[in-house]
């Protein structure tokens, strides 16, 4: 059962729309989630960090929903820069350390 | 600002050739992590060292070996290079133990064996 999913994408935007990604989690005692950028052969970044409370930043919007076991990234006014991958980020599986998610792509155009 | 360093960025090697790729963090950071991605696959978990002194499996071991030199330097060996092997491979680090804090990645190595 895998830990953390995603929709693959890819999700096909104009510039200046609002665009949301879902992931699932299945470790219900989760507490540490993330959001991470990750551009063409690079490296991920991180994006932000997901609270209980919710977080934005800028144009950048992370929601945790506990009940139904998802979190959820809002950008707004979509730029062309925002094309990228996305990847969800759980807590540990059996590893003791973040459980990645395999990406949902972003493709912003103009 | 380094954060995380790997070294190198590319390589070619031949099927039963070895070699050691080195990670090196300048956060502190306890925790650091090897981790492949492949087309499709995601980031698969290699090994980690929760700390100085440890290291420990992940979801795709065979064939690798880990070294973690001291606080800053956590390295990985193929000992026998297989085509399946081809790969980037993603270094990364941690401040806490356990997975509960944000990783920082190295830009990657990589790898093509022929």
């Known amino acids: 059962r895998k830990e953390v999913e995603q929709d693959p994408g890819p999700f096909n935007v104009p510039e200046g729309a609002t665009v949301a990604f879902n992931c699932t989690y299945s470790n219900s005692a989760s507490q540490s989630f993330f959001w991470y950028r990750q551009d063409c052969r690079k490296e991920p970044k991180l994006l932000m960090s997901?609270?209980?409370s919710g977080n934005e930043d800028g144009r950048f919007t992370a929601q945790l929903n506990r009940a139904s076991q998802y979190i959820s990234l809002l950008i707004r006014d979509s730029k062309l820069s925002d094309s990228a991958t996305y990847l969800c980020?759980?807590?540990?599986?059996?590893?003791?350390?973040?459980?990645f998610g395999k990406g949902t792509m972003l493709l912003v155009s103009p | 600002n380094a954060g995380v360093t790997q070294t190198p960025k590319f390589q070619v090697l031949k099927t039963g050739q070895s070699m050691t790729l080195q990670c090196a963090q300048d956060m502190n950071h306890n925790s650091m992590y090897w981790y492949r991605q492949d087309p499709g696959m995601g980031l698969r978990l290699i090994y980690y060292s929760a700390s100085e002194g440890t290291t420990d499996k992940g979801e795709v071991p065979n064939g690798y070996n880990v070294s973690r030199l001291n606080k800053r330097e956590f390295s990985l060996r193929l000992e026998s290079a297989a085509p399946s092997q081809t790969s980037v491979y993603f270094c990364?680090?941690?401040?806490?133990?356990?997975?509960?804090?944000?990783?920082?990645f190295g830009q990657g190595t990589r790898l093509t064996v022929v």
């Open positions: 990364a680090s941690s401040r806490g133990q356990g997975g509960f804090t944000e990783a920082f």
């Open positions: 997901v609270y209980s």
């Open positions: 980020v759980g807590p540990p599986s059996g590893y003791s350390t973040l459980t």
